[in-house]
């Protein structure tokens, strides 16, 4: 293992809070591994059909 | 029924109803050939000299989405 | 992966059909697949766990029919390691099985579905293309019901003792989606034991379900559901309000799942040796809110506690903002930057239009004559290459589009394929790459647009196709490059709130690596939270507040400014400068963003006797009694809590969301002191959400009455010879009861200062009842629609320490994605004004909703507009309502779009 702090993140799970983790990081100037189990990213809020309370589509 | 073909302007706002026309092909919905469709950032773009033109270049209709 | 155009043979031709999840199971999809279709990364997939040639060794149908190849079988799993500075933990949650409670018939009857099914069903990619159907006959069901806390807040049958927090609002939430898709006639109706809504306007959403929507609300937990024998009816038998044994059929029963943490999380849990709560939930502290027990690993979204999208997207920035702040030194360490080569200057020259028309495999071709398609489009003006690419977007042929470019030295470029929405950036980067500027491009779009809505009719396709390109062209001889102006970006920050969300932002700005200024209008840090005695967790808030205090005063990255407030503010994003007036000394800052943490305060009650009596006091007020370790709090031998005071009445409907588990938090602080002290919270709903569910169960047992009231009528609180009486209907024993009470403690609403001066300072909204309004309510809560602002805390909303902090966190990361970038690159795609023309009128001004219009302050033009390219997001509402014709869209001007208008 190298000595000095890695610029870089692991990140586990793609769902909205994985890929504004994500997001924040790489635009702040970090490496990003972004994990998720599945073939696509967007998690549990991509089922949705509307949010809450503005009704505002989830997709 | 003739085989007259209206010929629709369709002025799609690139962050709605443009996504919208490309999820109706994705999803393989099918609809009549007639529309020609100008990308444009935002439906307040759309100035009504723009719908105007449109008829006078022989549009039958103008279909403003946003 | 790479190959993959997503063309969805592969699924079309794949012979196996399985369970599809992402429907929740209610319809079937392919073992070759993509999720949905909107998914990220487009690329199907082979469901190895289905597929029958992993299941038996032949098949292999989907690789023949791959038109690029993309298919690989042999794939074998990889094991990579990965060095990594920190861990972020979102992992999710997992929706609670309601098939183990045998009573709601949930595996046996079709009609009973759960919540994320039903979400399935009202969506229009759904099952049934969003038309509202049951899933027994493919009826409309005419009444509705939803059961709530199935599987949450009840630890006898599924041991889940906390709320799950979000269920109350998407179950009022799919019953109004439910009545809109199927109209008014739709009977729906919820029964729940408390109505959760204590969120940023939930309170409204509830009451305008109630009032204008008519759902129906009945205050039940619902035993079980009956199903008849023949019918697909279902019974619900309940215990009304009063009492009462009723029972009402309905045609389809939702049931309202709650969050759990998976046995896969759990294990992993173990293995990373991070600690779990009672809930299996991942084990924080309230000023820690997205630390774990282990150093560097963070968590983020609903495996730190049941929650909803803004609060997870909250949490996901708070979790950036540690992560960053360990790895600072390595910032930029690891990320690349492209080379990119010189532009070439094309003003003037004659335009040469190069137009690539994409087959997209079978895609296009299949319908459209493209090889028409491109020998008609040699044929219009300034044309001088033409061709055909069977993938236009694969890697080889951006390489021989790059060197046809340079070839023929054309300086305009055309292509007709799919959405620009996703594959304009890929073809500009073509561009770049060999010196033209990206602006010089326009994408058509024959696929989603034409071939893949018209298969049926090629000719009239192929026709379509001609007259976009020829569209397209017309525009792209007119296009000019845009330059996208670089701004410097001042790294130095401005916090506005010396509370608990100012301080933990501006710390963790400064853990960041900037300079910050904090300002604070009182004499000292500390805010709201210097009244407050302990958090629902038991931990010492002075104690934890003492110690962010201390940090920020020997903080060298951070100067406070106490007395101060702001006089007034001018720049924009990365380029502020503001004045601050302490005791009428001036002082200018600059600074490249700004946090509002300017936090709210306690109502004083006007009623139950509050002011007349010494024994009412206030929730604060009460605390300020616990910290002095008041000698009179032992001799109490009644006290009463009164819940909602000021708060979710007609002149403030929204719920202060802290209130709830405060006061049974100083109850139960109470029984401590003196166990034998009698207690009762009177209330409308209690809303301990998440896992502070556990002390109202807590304070139950403890012995502690909870008595309802409904607004309506609301408790009475008298002075009679010196005794503090309370009555009020209690609805259960249906009798008025009458306390005496030595301490009267109420639970005040947290009100907005309505700071309208500073929301002009910075073009920020405020909301009815005063508190900010952010960016986005889902995706953008902690950063304002104005670049450079950003927002936490009370400011935004009432919520307790654990979530100003969460908050404030994710101000300060959202600032950093600024503030480390240096420059900012602002869009080519701005309005300008030709101030010839202008005539003053203020339209574009008073227009536009981000202020990027202005008036000329001096020169020649005073009192003429301008446009600042920072600001404009290049919608060009201004342009189309300039009545002199004095506003230009860059790239999408006039003369473009006419000539496009013109070729129709």
New interface residues.
């Given amino acids: 293992?190298?000595d000095?702090?890695?610029?870089?993140?692991?990140?586990?799970?793609g769902?909205?809070?994985?890929?504004?983790?994500a997001?924040?990081?790489?635009?702040?100037?970090?490496?990003v591994?972004l994990l998720e189990k599945?073939?696509?990213?967007?998690?549990?809020?991509?089922?949705?059909?509307?949010?809450?309370?503005?009704?505002?589509c989830a997709? | 029924m003739t085989d007259w073909e209206p010929k629709i302007t369709t002025f799609l706002c690139n962050w709605c109803s443009y996504g919208a026309a490309d999820l109706a092909g994705v999803s393989r919905l099918q609809y009549p050939p007639d529309f020609r469709v100008i990308r444009v950032p935002c439906s307040g773009r759309v100035s009504p000299k723009f719908i105007l033109a449109a008829f006078r270049h022989g549009s039958d209709g103008v279909w403003v989405s946003g | 992966m790479d190959k993959c155009i997503a063309c969805g043979l592969c699924a079309e031709k794949c012979p196996k059909k399985v369970d599809d999840l992402y429907n929740e199971n209610l319809i079937k999809r392919k073992a070759a697949y993509v999720e949905y279709a909107q998914a990220v990364p487009l690329k199907y997939a082979i469901d190895k766990d289905n597929c029958i040639y992993f299941k038996k060794g032949k098949c292999r149908a989907c690789e023949k029919f791959c038109p690029t190849d993309a298919i690989n079988l042999e794939e074998k799993e990889e094991e990579l390691s990965i060095h990594a500075g920190a861990i972020i933990l979102a992992p999710g949650f997992t929706a609670f099985d309601p098939s183990e409670y045998l009573t709601y018939k949930y595996a046996k009857h079709p009609n009973v579905v759960t919540s994320f099914e039903f979400e399935r069903i009202l969506s229009a990619t759904g099952p049934f293309q969003g038309h509202l159907v049951r899933p027994s006959d493919h009826k409309e069901p005419k009444k509705i019901a939803w059961l709530q806390c199935i599987g949450s807040r009840d630890i006898n049958q599924c041991d889940t003792g906390y709320c799950s927090s979000v269920c109350c609002m998407y179950a009022i939430k799919e019953a109004v989606v439910a009545k809109e898709h199927a109209g008014s006639d739709l009977d729906c109706a919820i029964f729940f034991m408390d109505m959760r809504t204590h969120g940023k306007d939930f309170d409204r959403y509830y009451d305008d379900a109630k009032e204008k929507n008519g759902v129906r609300f009945i205050r039940s937990r619902v035993p079980t559901i009956e199903s008849v024998e023949g019918s697909d009816e279902l019974i619900i038998p309940y215990v009304n309000e009063n009492g009462d044994i009723s029972e009402e059929s309905f045609d389809m029963v939702v049931l309202s799942v709650g969050l759990k943490t998976s046995p896969e999380l759990i294990a992993l849990a173990e293995k990373l040796g991070i600690d779990l709560t009672e809930g299996k939930l991942c084990q924080t502290a309230s000023f820690h809110p997205v630390s774990t027990s282990k150093e560097g690993i963070y968590v983020c979204g609903a495996f730190a506690g049941p929650k909803d999208i803004p609060q997870s997207v909250i949490e996901a920035s708070s979790a950036a903002a540690k992560a960053g702040a360990c790895l600072s030194v390595s910032r930029n360490t690891m990320t690349r930057e492209k080379k990119v080569p010189e532009e070439k200057n094309v003003t003037g020259d004659r335009p040469r239009i190069g137009v690539f028309v994409c087959q997209c495999g079978i895609n296009i071709g299949g319908v459209v004559d493209v090889p028409g398609v491109r020998d008609y489009a040699e044929s219009l003006p300034f044309v001088e290459y033409v061709t055909d690419n069977l993938f236009s977007c694969s890697t080889d042929t951006q390489d021989i589009m790059a060197q046809v470019i340079k070839e023929n030295n054309l300086n305009r470029i055309v292509v007709a394929a799919c959405t620009p929405k996703t594959h304009e950036p890929l073809f500009q980067e073509t561009l770049i790459s060999v010196g033209l500027n990206k602006y010089l491009f326009e994408m058509t779009n024959i696929r989603n647009q034409d071939s893949w809505v018209h298969k049926d009719e090629p000719d009239m396709a192929t026709q379509k196709a001609k007259d976009l390109v020829r569209m397209a062209v017309a525009k792209v001889a007119l296009v000019e490059p845009l330059v996208e102006p670089e701004l410097d970006v001042d790294e130095r920050a401005l916090v506005i709130g010396g509370g608990i969300s100012g301080m933990a932002s501006a710390k963790s700005l400064s853990d960041q690596g900037y300079n910050v200024d904090i300002v604070e209008r009182s004499a000292q840090l500390g805010g709201m939270a210097l009244n407050l005695f302990r958090t629902w967790k038991g931990e010492d808030i002075q104690k934890n507040l003492s110690e962010l205090i201390e940090s920020i005063e020997t903080d060298s990255n951070i100067k406070i400014h106490l007395d101060t407030e702001l006089s007034s503010v001018e720049g924009f994003v990365g380029n502020f400068k503001t004045t601050l007036n302490s005791n009428g000394k001036q002082e200018v800052v600059e600074h490249g963003i700004a946090v509002i943490a300017t936090g709210a305060n306690e109502s004083r009650p006007d009623e139950y006797l509050y002011g007349e009596d010494s024994r009412v006091v206030t929730h604060l007020e009460l605390d300020q009694m616990f910290m002095n370790n008041d000698p009179s709090l032992k001799d109490i031998k009644t006290a009463v809590f009164i819940q909602c005071v000021g708060s979710r009445e007609p002149d403030r409907p929204y719920c202060s969301k802290v209130c709830c588990t405060h006061s049974i938090e100083s109850a139960l602080y109470l029984k401590e002191l003196n166990p034998n002290m009698n207690i009762y919270v009177l209330y409308r709903d209690i809303r301990t959400y998440g896992e502070r569910e556990y002390i109202y169960r807590k304070a139950r047992l403890a012995g502690i009455m909870f008595i309802r009231f409904s607004v309506d009528e609301k408790p009475k609180v008298s002075k009679d010879n010196d005794v503090l009486k309370i009555e009020l209907w209690d609805p259960i024993l249906e009798e008025t009861v009458v306390i005496k009470a030595d301490l009267l403690a109420l639970a005040s609403a947290i009100v907005s200062y309505k700071d309208e001066k500073l929301a002009q300072f910075f073009k920020v909204p405020l909301n009815e009842d005063g508190f900010f309004v952010e960016k986005h309510a889902k995706l953008g809560p902690s950063e304002f629609a104005t670049d450079g602002v950003f927002l936490c805390g009370m400011a935004h909303y009432p919520k307790p320490i654990d979530e100003s902090i969460a908050q404030a966190l994710a101000a300060s990361s959202r600032a950093v994605t600024l503030l480390a970038k240096k420059t900012i690159h602002v869009g080519g795609t701005v309005a300008e004004v030709n101030p010839l023309f202008c005539s003053s009128c203020g339209v574009c001004v008073s227009i536009c909703p981000y202020s990027a219009p202005s008036f000329i302050e001096e020169g020649p033009f005073t009192g003429r507009a301008e446009v600042n390219p920072v600001l404009c997001k290049g919608c060009g509402l201004c342009v189309a309502s300039c009545r002199s014709g004095a506003l230009n869209l860059k790239g999408f001007g006039e003369g473009q779009l006419m000539a496009m208008i013109n070729q129709i």
Avoid at chain 1, 5 to 13: F, K, R
Avoid at chain 1, 45 to 51: E, R, S
């Fill in positions: 293992m190298p000095e702090v890695m610029g870089s993140v692991l990140v586990v799970g769902g909205i809070a994985g890929m504004q983790s997001l924040d990081l790489a635009d702040s100037g970090y490496y591994y599945g073939p696509s990213i967007g998690g549990s809020m991509a089922k949705l059909d509307k949010t809450f309370p503005t009704n505002d997709m």
